[in-house]
């Protein structure tokens, strides 16, 4: 039995494929060899991510939170204690977060853009566990400026979640209207129009 050599090889392939087929074979065994590298494999598996977000719809669960559920312990960057229940009366985005995260990652620049929009006028509390040097290191790199805090305490159960990223827009009176486990694009027209009419 011949031997086929690779030559031979890449001509029949090439013969099957289109260009872009062959582009997309490449493009595809790239992003398998970069997932090899832990290095590349966060910054390849958040841009994915990225670009494959769905704005978040809102919640056909009613579910209120009151002052009290609201008044857990946070921390800022600066190492100021804050009470969860000062925002309570106005609209907020809360999200629980990580560095480390992937989906967290993907979904930060949306958050971002719907906080240089709406950030005056409503509060945004970005939550997590890690510690605030490795968090305010990950906010300058990335050059985020929205409100970033870490947890200090136990989380209410309403707001518990298995997986990160976990999000909840919550109106001033308390409902909780948008509940998302899981990335998404925060700054479309369903969540815009959902602010502007709670403000």
Avoid at 7 to 32: N, P, S
Avoid at 94 to 101: H, M, P, S
Wanted: charged share 25%; aromatic share 12%; net charge positive.
């Amino acid at each position: 039995m011949r031997k086929i050599s690779l030559a031979e090889q890449w001509h029949k392939y090439r013969r099957r494929k289109t260009v872009v087929g062959i582009a997309f074979d490449i493009l595809f065994t790239a992003l398998l060899i970069s997932m090899l590298f832990p290095g590349s494999r966060r910054v390849v598996s958040s841009t994915i991510i990225r670009y494959s977000l769905f704005q978040p719809r809102e919640s056909d669960e009613v579910k209120f939170v009151s002052k009290e559920q609201m008044s857990w312990k946070l921390e800022d960057l600066a190492g100021n204690r804050v009470s969860m229940d000062q925002f309570f009366g106005q609209p907020v985005f809360l999200n629980f977060w990580a560095t480390w995260c992937p989906p967290c990652i993907a979904e930060m620049p949306s958050i971002q853009r719907l906080y240089d929009e709406y950030g005056s006028s409503m509060a945004f509390v970005l939550a997590s566990r890690e510690e605030a040097e490795v968090l305010a290191a990950f906010m300058a790199k990335k050059n985020y400026s929205m409100p970033v805090y870490v947890l200090r305490g136990t989380v209410p159960e309403v707001f518990y979640s298995r997986s990160i990223p976990a999000s909840f827009l919550i109106s001033p009176s308390g409902k909780i209207v948008m509940k998302k486990q899981g990335a998404a694009k925060w700054d479309g027209k369903r969540v815009k129009e959902l602010l502007d009419r709670m403000l």
